[in-house]
Structure formats: C-alpha cells, structure tokens
C-alpha cells in the first residue's frame, strides 16, 4: 500500500508558476509510475505527466514546455513544476502511483486545488 500526499496548490496570476509535491509513503523508486493527473468541474481526470521508476517521462501535449514532472528519491517525493499557467489550467491536481502488472495497484492522493485567476 502507497499513501500520497499533494501540497503545493494554490491561486494564481495567469502566466505564473507553482510547484506541487507529492510525498509518498515508501520509495518512489519501488513504484512502477508515479504520474500527475488534473480534473476540472464537469471534466474527467486526465494525465498530464508520468515517470517510470527507472526515470523515463511521459507528458500531455498540451503541458509540454510548461509542465515538468521531477523526483527527489531521498525524500520520496515527486514534483510538478508547472510554469505559463492560463485560466484553463485550473482544476484539482492529484499525484497517482500504479503498477499495471499488480492487480489494484493504484493509489490516489487526495488533490490539490490550482486556480488561476487574475
């Protein structure tokens, strides 16, 4: 079992930036993918970024150049940079750690939210 907590969310000026963490409970190295999801009102949960345990990445069009996903192994933690933030970026942000090749190997922080607003 995985437990994840998100932090970092907030209100922000359009073209601004926020890092959002993600602290897990054991070595995010032992996970297979750590990824970074985001869901708007009236919209499904979507991925924006994911990295393996072996550091390969993966983003949404959309957030690439802007969106960067990192790791700090020593405190088991996962980042968000997101920098260029528009209005519609605004939405709950949730940290996942997943093993396809587990059954029900999937975990779910409990959201961050990010406004941005002028």
């Known amino acids: 079992q995985v437990q994840l907590v998100e932090s970092g969310g907030g209100l922000v000026q359009p073209g601004g930036s926020l890092r959002l963490s993600c602290a897990a409970s054991?070595?995010?190295?032992?996970?297979?993918?750590m990824g970074w999801y985001r869901q708007a009102p009236g919209k499904q949960r979507g991925l924006l970024a994911a990295?393996?345990?072996?550091?390969?990445?993966n983003y949404l069009d959309s957030v690439k150049g802007r969106f960067t996903i990192s790791r700090e192994t020593t405190k088991n933690t996962v980042y968000l940079q997101m920098n260029r933030l528009k209005p519609e970026d605004t939405a709950v942000y949730y940290c996942?750690?997943?093993?396809?090749?587990?059954?029900?190997?999937?975990?779910w922080g409990q959201g961050t939210q990010v406004t941005v607003s002028p």
């Open positions: 054991r070595s995010i190295l032992s996970i297979y993918v």
């Open positions: 996942n750690a997943r093993n396809p090749m587990i059954p029900g190997y999937d975990y």
């Open positions: 990295m393996t345990s072996g550091g390969s990445t």
